[in-house]
């Protein structure tokens, strides 16, 4: 087929590499503008998809908005049998739903209608769901709303972090896009039906501050959904560490003792477990500001947080 590729961040690299290795003629990638990034925060840094689009000789379109006239006509005059679309980050006018004659087909990932919207990998974590996944749907006006064309599941882990999740669903909405383009135009879509939705708001960094109250299972997870970005956080002594893995702990002879009832945020012992009311946790991946991943001791050996202190 002729297709148009739309997307932006890593998420969205296996589909338009699944999409090239199936053979169809990607025609052009949009993706968003190149953003200032590097160790100066100055450089104009292109997208993983803009870099990905290049390496595989395809022309690459960043446009501000799709709203214009002109961009809409560029858009059309391509004359795509489809655009494929994954994390792109800019909503599509109708114009351009319209224009490919097989429309847009949409990489999700969740399973809808679980999860519609802007963060559904994080707040799938976040809601401790056992399982999610990926959906190809046909897009339309609305948020996440159209039919939808193939669903596949996927296990949550209790190791999986955001990255970890994102990236194995990538590879799954990567071939299953791919399975989907083969059966067009005979592949019938389903109506999403009306049980079943909840909605993934844009994640807030005020959201990643650790909430030491909510139990050590609840920790966890938030600690888990917000890595590698924004990165769960907590503050001691005028300064925010990262958290970027960490264990749950529990009562042992080993160990030390934890009662269900840790004071929440009191360091117990000299190695920062911390209680969480119900239960604690330990850090084990950690950061400082301006300063690389560390393990919990070596954190510990340069900034000590001693048994006893009180954590925000």
Partial sequence: MRIIFMGTPDFAVPALRALVAAGHDVVAAYTQPPRPGGRRGKELTPTPVHKAAEVLGITVRHPVSLKGAEEQSAFAALHADAAVVAAYGLILPQAVLDAPKLGCLNVHASLLPRWRGAAPIQRAILAGDAETGV?????????????????????????????????????????????????????????????????????????????????????????????????????HGGE?????????????????????????????????????????????????????????????????????????
């Fill in 135 to 235: 959906t190809i749907m046909q897009m339309e006006a609305g948020l996440d709303t159209g039919p939808m064309l193939a669903t596949k599941e996927t296990s949550i882990l209790d190791h999986d972090t955001a990255g970890i999740l994102t990236h194995r669903l990538s590879l799954l909405g990567a071939e299953l896009m791919v399975q989907v383009l083969a059966d067009l135009p005979d592949n019938a879509p389903q109506i999403q039906p009306t049980d079943g939705v909840t909605y993934a708001r844009k994640i807030d960094k005020a959201e990643a501050r650790i909430d030491w109250s909510c139990g050590s299972l609840a920790v966890d997870l938030q600690i888990r959904a917000f890595n590698p970005m924004p990165g769960a956080f907590f503050e």
């Fill in 240 to 312: 925010r560490i990262r958290v970027h893995t960490a264990a749950v702990l529990t009562a042992s002879p080993d160990d030390f003792s934890i009662k269900f009832n840790s004071p929440a945020g009191l360091v117990l012992d000299d190695q920062l477990g911390v209680g969480c009311g119900t239960g604690a946790i330990r850090p084990v991946d950690v950061q400082r500001a301006g300063r690389g991943v560390m393990s919990c001791l070596e954190l510990l050996r340069g900034f000590p947080i001693p048994k006893g202190t009180q954590l925000d």
